[in-house]
């Protein structure tokens, strides 16, 4: 019984030790935050448990994820090799807000990137300013008028790409809309919408121009693209977005108007005007495409080219809800299918 009950003691010692092997995950010399024993450990413990650990570099990493977790800077002096001390200050910082925690870090790069994680955490552009690297400090600059959507702040930027960038990136919110929508003064809307007359590259500018065309579904914004392209893929967006065929016929080239036709005709719900596309493999295109956003099988039958038919049968089938129904129209259709 005896010899029984030691077998068990050194199973679960061994899978014990096991288990507070695996809480760590290494990479690059870097310990990360995973689920396990040993992180719950090494949190609750605190640098206690991490000054257990022999291998120098398992003690440091310890050492920094014991900080990172407590906000504790005592621990990031125990950190022997600089870079590392020197990222676990830099992160407490930036989590605490703290700018003078920066003065801490010897490395001038190290204490850039530590004024950079707070003033963005802050939203301080005075923070940016003890930034001594130009380029550093125009993008610290960007980062904080992105948070604060504030444009005013991008005129500060000297560097031409990253002040350009700083417009775009404030000006345009991710749900596709922009800052001008906040406001529903018609003046300070409409002097908002200038602000990509501000940025000095065309090409950027003509993207700034395309994107807000896209957005307010307005045909005079694309007259402002340079590139004739880009302007006309503006008014094709446009048309669609409106429904407003007429749109289409200021597109000069004929594969960018068809493809318009198109566009308005699958999200207008006529595939009639797919009759106005001269070119016969588009507009047989332009009868599959229409199926296959509004499943009607009508507009298959009036392509010529027999494999887009097949091919657009195959769609409208395809939408049937249960198999036997789907089964029900391939057979149907099986003629033209199989051709």
Do not use: H
Request: hydrophobic share 30%.
């Amino acid at each position: 019984m005896k010899k029984k009950i030691i077998v068990i003691v050194i199973a679960v010692i061994f899978l014990l030790s096991a288990l507070l092997l695996a809480g760590f995950y290494f990479i690059k010399g870097r310990i990360a935050a995973v689920p396990g024993p040993v992180g719950a450990v090494a949190k609750l413990a605190g640098e206690g448990y991490c000054n257990g650990i022999q291998d120098w570099e398992e003690k440091e990493s310890c050492y920094s994820f014991v900080a990172e977790k407590s906000g504790d800077l005592s621990v990031c002096d125990k950190i022997q090799w600089q870079g590392t001390r020197d990222d676990c200050y830099g992160s407490i910082a930036g989590a605490k807000q703290d700018v003078s925690i920066c003065e801490k870090i010897q490395s001038q790069e190290g204490k850039e990137s530590c004024y950079y994680k707070v003033a963005w955490n802050k939203k301080d552009l005075s923070v940016c300013d003890r930034i001594q690297s130009q380029e550093k400090k125009d993008s610290c600059y960007s980062q904080v008028a992105t948070v604060e959507r504030d444009l005013s702040i991008c005129d500060s930027v000297q560097d031409q790409k990253i002040r350009d960038s700083c417009y775009m990136d404030t000006f345009f919110i991710n749900n596709g809309s922009t800052i001008c929508d906040d406001t529903q003064d018609k003046g300070v809307k409409d002097t908002c919408y200038s602000s990509c007359n501000k940025i000095s590259s065309q090409e950027r500018r003509d993207d700034c121009y395309f994107d807000l065309a896209e957005i307010n579904k307005d045909l005079s914004t694309c007259d402002k693209i340079q590139e004739n392209a880009l302007k006309e893929g503006c008014y094709s967006e446009v048309a669609r977005n409106t429904k407003n065929l007429s749109v289409c016929d200021k597109i000069q080239d004929q594969k960018e108007k068809n493809s318009c036709y198109s566009n308005v005709a699958e999200w207008g719900g006529d595939f009639s005007i797919c009759d106005k596309i001269q070119d016969q493999p588009d507009r047989d295109k332009c009868y599959k495409s229409f199926n296959g956003l509004n499943s009607d099988k009508a507009a298959c039958d009036k392509i010529q080219d027999q494999e887009i038919k097949r091919e657009c049968y195959l769609l409208f089938c395809d939408t049937m809800k249960s198999d036997n129904k789907r089964k029900e129209c391939r057979d149907l259709y099986k003629m033209i299918i199989n051709q």
